[in-house]
């Protein structure tokens, strides 16, 4: 089981904050997650005609008081080809570009949404 610094602190923070607060936070954190992952995705992605870059999208789904998820992906037929031929050498972008920006984002997943938690319900 991962332990999250300051679980304690972010647990007390949780009861104060009342039941419609807290799904507008897990949305917003997850919004701000999913906008990055998306970002540095781009970032990463090869570029032949620039269709698979701007094919990206980014949704929110599933939000309630228990959690939230988000997804992350490329509409282009060919994205996952293109990311997982990971001996093709591209020129502009990489092989796994989606995965390498996810592994980037989810260091910073903890302080995101401690930050939106931190945040919720204050006026």
């Given at each position: 089981?991962?332990?999250?610094?300051?679980?304690?602190?972010?647990?007390?923070?949780?009861?104060k904050?009342?039941?419609?607060?807290?799904?507008?936070?897990?949305?917003?954190?997850?919004?701000?997650?999913?906008?990055?992952?998306?970002?540095?995705?781009?970032?990463?992605?090869?570029?032949?005609?620039?269709?698979?870059?701007?094919?990206?999208?980014?949704?929110?789904?599933?939000?309630?008081?228990?959690?939230?998820?988000g997804?992350?992906?490329?509409?282009?037929?060919?994205?996952?080809?293109?990311?997982?031929?990971?001996?093709?050498?591209?020129?502009?972008?990489?092989a796994?570009?989606?995965?390498?920006?996810?592994?980037?984002?989810?260091?910073?997943?903890?302080?995101?949404?401690?930050?939106?938690?931190?945040?919720?319900?204050?006026?």
């Open positions: 089981m991962a332990t999250v610094i300051g679980q304690h602190k972010i647990r007390i923070k949780l009861n904050i009342t039941s419609k607060d807290l799904p507008k936070a897990y949305s917003s954190a997850m919004t701000a997650i999913t906008l990055m992952v998306k970002g540095e995705s781009q970032k990463r992605t090869p570029v032949d005609t620039g269709y698979l870059k701007s094919s990206a999208y980014s949704n929110i789904i599933g939000v309630n008081k228990l959690g939230v998820k997804i992350v992906g490329y509409i282009a037929k060919y994205a996952i080809y293109v990311h997982e031929h990971t001996w093709k050498k591209h020129v502009v972008g990489e796994k570009f989606l995965e390498n920006a996810v592994k980037i984002v989810s260091k910073k997943v903890n302080d995101i949404f401690a930050h939106y938690i931190k945040h919720a319900g204050l006026k």
